[in-house]
């Protein structure tokens, strides 16, 4: 067994979309996978697929928000799995409206997911990477970091996340680990789905209308942004920290 093969890596958000096909991805390149969703069994789909493949997965229900909940799903994976050296924070919600109609608590659940849970499990996971002088963390922002109509609260989430990232590079780069974020463009899942819903368009027409304006004259999908994590997460990625990588179909601003 390799190297890579003995890694742990965790997944948050992973049931679906992006998080479940990053999961996927790595559970392929040898690491015993961590999915970690709100609901334990919505995790089911990955796990199977996973283990399906002949591959070790966990399924992990918590809320990353919650302090309590995060120290015990980290030990668990600890204790089960082994120490986890490799974080994807993934997890994230959307609450879109304009700012003037836009409540407290969309703003509070937004910035709550995308930041507070990337800190706490950041904070959780950072101590077993320190002790095995390796550690591989990835951040996911956004295009809308660049800013995006009716979505203050999670343009400035991972906008945050852009920030964090970096002083995570900063802090912990002499323990051996590195922090790096992927932003994805216009990606098919539930959340794009919801954006279209919301905007009064059909799926299918959302992502016609969206592929004309990227260069590479298609919308991404989830495997697209696996890729990209996994580089990031690979044993050859070393020397890349603190980079934020656009993965949008074409170059961004």
Not at 47 to 55: F, L, R
Not at 89 to 105: E, I, P, Q, W, Y
Request: aromatic share 6%.
């Amino acid at each position: 067994m390799s190297t890579t093969e003995q890694r742990v890596a965790v997944v948050t958000g992973g049931a679906r979309g992006i998080g479940a096909a990053t999961a996927v991805r790595l559970a392929a390149e040898g690491r015993a996978v961590a999915v970690i969703d709100l609901d334990e069994a919505a995790c089911k789909d990955t796990v199977e697929k996973i283990t399906a493949a002949g591959g070790k997965a966990l399924a992990v229900g918590c809320d990353v928000t919650d302090e309590a909940q995060v120290a015990a799903a980290v030990t668990r994976i600890a204790e089960e799995l082994g120490a986890p050296t490799i974080l994807v924070n993934n997890a994230g919600v959307l609450r879109d409206n304009l700012l003037f109609k836009m409540s407290t608590s969309d703003w509070d659940t937004v910035i709550n997911v995308h930041l507070r849970g990337a800190f706490l499990m950041a904070k959780a996971v950072q101590q077993y990477m320190v002790e095995a002088k390796f550690g591989r963390i990835v951040n996911l922002s956004s295009s809308s970091a660049l800013g995006n109509r009716g979505q203050v609260n999670y343009s400035a989430a991972k906008a945050g996340l852009q920030g964090f990232t970096k002083t995570l590079a900063i802090e912990l780069g002499k323990f051996g680990v590195t922090a790096n974020a992927v932003a994805p463009g216009f990606i098919v899942t539930d959340m794009t789905a919801a954006t279209a819903s919301r905007v009064g368009m059909g799926f299918e027409d959302f992502q016609a209308a969206a592929a004309t304006q990227i260069p590479v004259q298609r919308v991404g999908r989830p495997e697209d942004i696996a890729g990209a994590i996994a580089y990031f997460t690979g044993e050859d990625a070393g020397f890349v920290s603190g980079q934020v990588l656009y993965v949008a179909g074409g170059p961004l601003d």
